[in-house]
């Protein structure tokens, strides 16, 4: 036994000393530890909660991804029953399923087969000569995971945007139908960051059919009810909110920002921030061709269903236009930013958010640096009373088992939050049990009359299963809530798992290395315990 | 001579008077669950869905809670409730009020208008008290939508149950499949104390919501609590199998006298860091530290009063041969005992 503590104590304080640099390396600040080739790079991260800044779980919309699959997959079946001449009266209900009708008994096989060939239906039931079906669920699967990773690209392609972008935000996908986006930084524009991201982005260029001063105005204009292939947009004030004008244009768009190739902040002679955008050599061909053929007519730029301008079409336009509206040089530049970084194929909605502004993250942090460090000054000042010698041991095996703990969150540069540092706080508390399960045990053996370095050993030995048993459950239960728990709470489970470990590891190794120096090759009659 | 909080010749009957202490127990759970009934459980935002918004005024203004709903309400946000943070004259308050129901919701994100209804709220609730009562700096805000408190809800209730389960395996495993019911039921015994606490807590005015944070403080006293009943099974296994012939329930008490003196260090230590975490860690962290102080009382208490007499009960009626370590002690054959 004493044979190994020569090679047991330079591998203990080896690996202490390596996980307290690793933990000293979060005290270095950020740029000398990247400028010096000494420290790691990466550390201990700091949780939103902590940093301040603003955590965003985005829902999106794939109900509408499958509904517009729907409605793309009914015009398909529709187009190729019209080439043999069926007609079928096709929509899609609320519930997502494609409802189709029958017109004839005799064209059903014929249906059927159509339908058939499309291999993305399948049946939900049938009513007489109205049959109702839904896509299949590998077709589904495959419309919602387009969808998604459309919606995540597009997402960080703004966030990430090179000019405008904010620096450090990460944009992951969280579960089936949501985005989580976490911006860092105490003093971001709130406002602008979530137009940022919920705008849909969605260009489009309408000729107008018709125009006046408000949807009311326009719609009397119509006692007979709008052409079913025109809807009426308006145009609202970026600044009051208010109703400017209305325009009647077709429901279907002559171009859509999908041809945009580019899109950039310039200004006009009066010195007003306007959009520029240049559309890709297919889509300049399709604009010249609507130009040309529209010349006098105005042209409708709608943007998520707003009008931002609707100038008249002087001449002929090709890759270049411009967006002009009212407003200030920031707007026009996240404009053109969400412009370049192209639309969202569906609406996204925020459905989580939780900001932290400037001083509580730091408030924070002092607060928990302080419950840490009295906790712990306080959990040692008893081990040292109760425990006198072996008290010390259990002391400094406590502040090993913390050295441990934070080098080793720090290597996986795990995000520590505030119920992070609670979980610590808990450790220094728990980390003591065991301990106390070993201290307790030699103290009976003690007590039966062993010599010191019989208890010792048996000590140890008794109590180890009982050590892993206890740590092993509370393993468990750290482990579900990592699973399960969400932001911060993930703090809180790392620390307390990775917490359970090196405190068995302090207990159970650190600790009986540092009797066996202690107890050395002396003749020991008491022990002080 | 070695200090000792507990003697180590310790024989209190801890078992003799079960059925008082388990009445006791049954008794706090039915007044918990009639209070929870009575006044309701104070849910959070998180599982509830809802906005909390934290500000703390500059220096000068002044304000207090009536005023400060006074305003909100005057802003339309008729279920607002406001509480004041820290000491009394605080500048720091948090208002909390309710998502808006799922349809209108939806309505609102399918029109044109912000489908964030909720944070244009908070934008409104800002400027009618920048205006009313005067500049603030905004520390907090915390927005769940009902579809994500309803996903909370379930992950939260699916965290607890499958921890259940994995300690029902592991120690059915480790132990005998008649140690895990008293574990577990200890474990629900704590969960519904421990609530019980927290809702008559919040309607005495203190700041504990069930919340993610309450969640993780339950899941933590679920851990603390078994390590403690863990380590109690552990010292009646070995009794059992050093004095084959004994009574179990005079091995039950011998194991929980013995153990007493580690039972109360470790929740001592564990208590100190909790409280130096309620005192001084702030109010961010308070519910979690308040919901740790009561759990760690109780998951003790549990432990010693409740774990150890269900597993006599058991033990009695379904155990083989009354403390025969052949079938107690099974499972636990690979653990290499004392060298005695």
Redesign the interface.
Known sequence: MSGGVAWRSVFVGALVALFAFLTAANFVPKEQRVASAFWPDEGLRMGLDLRGGIHWVVGVDLGQAIARELEFVRKSIQERLGKDGIVLEANVDEQSQLVLRIAREEDRKKVLDVLDETNVLESVGSDGLELRYGLTESWTQDVRERTMSQVLEVLRRRIDDPQRGIPDSVVTRQGDDRVLVQIPGEEIDRERARTLLKSTGFLEFKIVVDADASEETLRARYPDGLDPAMAVVKQVDQESGAEVGAYLVPKVADITGDYLEDARVQFDQQQRPIVEFTFSPEGGQLFEALTEKNRGKQLAIILDENVYSAPAIRARISTRGMIEGRFTADEAADLAVILRAGSLSVPVVIEEERTVGPGLGQDSISKGALASGIGLIAVLVFGFVYYKVSGVIAGISLVANLLLLLGLISLFEATLTMPGIAGLVLTIGMAVDANVLVFERIREELRSGRSVRASVATGFEKATWTVLDANITTLITAIILFEYGTGPIKGFAVTLSVGIVTSVFAALVVSRLLFDLYLGNRNVSTLSI | M??E?VS?DMNIDFLGRRSLWIGLSGLVIALGIAATLLWGMPVGIDFAGGTEF?L?FDPGVTADEAQLRAVAVGAGFLDAEVVRFGEADSADFLIKFKALPEDEMAAA?AG?AD??AA?TRV?RLQSAIRESIGSF?????????P??GA??RR??A??ML??AI??LI??AF?FSSRYAPGAVVALIHDVLVTSGILVVANHLGLRVEFD??V??AL??I???S???T??IY??IR?NLELQPTADLESVLNLSVN??M??TV??A??????????L????D??FP??FT?LIGIVVGTYSSVFIAAPILLFLERRYGGTKGKPGTLARGGAT?KR?R?
Not at chain 2, 137 to 145: A, D, H, L
Not at chain 2, 279 to 282: E, R
């Open positions: 070695p200090m909080i180590h934290q703390r994100a044109e489908g964030l944070n934008a700096v905004e520390q907090r805000v915390e927005f769940v939508g579809k994500v996903d909370l992950d939260g699916n965290a499958m921890s994995a300690i592991y120690i480790r993610l944070q969640l993780a899941l933590a679920v851990g603390y078994l390590n403690d863990i380590i552990d010292r070995e013995q153990t003196s580690r260090l470790t001592g230590t564990t208590l100190l860091a909790v409280l130096a975490l005192i001084f860690g702030g961010v962290i979690f530290s740790m653990v004392a005695a």
